[in-house]
């Protein structure tokens, strides 16, 4: 399966290059306001996938970097803490070792994504927030190198074509 994304500066070019792909038998969505959403059309929030990935990795990074700091003050038999006595050092360390699993989950679960972003979906998600539109072409390669034949004429501000690797 391709996609092409194409987008457009206001309602009227988005419409119009609607009907011209629909003459040509070419289905297409139309996203912005008044049509589809980009939670509607699956267009996926880049940020919410971090949260999720953040989360899943930190319940089992958080544990076993716990049980990794609580075991490595118990084997090395260090006293960094004196205040804490002998258990409590242990403990200390396996809070230590939470945390750590705590920072390795944000950083290897996508949580730099959620400071700067990332993927092509953030982009799009912008524009239509700024009020443009989107036309949305899915189907074989053929049909949409026809499509960016067509919407080319339509001088889109930006045109992007995908193929869906998932299959």
């Known amino acids: 399966m391709y996609y092409l994304v194409a987008v457009l500066a206001d309602r009227i070019q988005a ?4 009907l011209a ?3 040509e038998a070419i289905k297409s969505t139309i996203l912005g306001r008044g049509y589809k959403t980009a939670d509607e059309f699956g267009l996926i929030d880049p940020q919410e996938q971090a949260k999720k990935q953040v989360r899943l990795m930190a319940i089992w990074l958080v544990p076993f970097g716990f049980f990794a700091g609580f075991t490595f003050s118990y084997i090395t038999g260090l006293d960094t803490f004196a205040w804490a006595g002998e258990i409590g050092n242990h403990i200390v360390g396996g809070l230590l070792g939470a945390a750590s699993g705590a920072m390795g989950s944000v950083f290897v679960g996508g949580g730099v994504g959620l400071i700067s972003g990332g993927g092509d979906a953030l982009p799009y998600r912008n524009r239509l927030d700024a009020g443009k539109y989107l036309v949305v072409v899915q189907g074989s390669e053929i049909l949409t190198k026809q499509a960016t034949r067509i919407l080319r004429q339509f001088e889109p501000e930006n045109m992007q074509g ?3 690797t998932t299959s």
Not at 15 to 18: D, F, R, S
């Open 15 to 18: 419409e119009a290059a609607y």
């Open 21 to 23: 792909l629909e003459k």
């Open 162 to 164: 995908y193929a869906d």
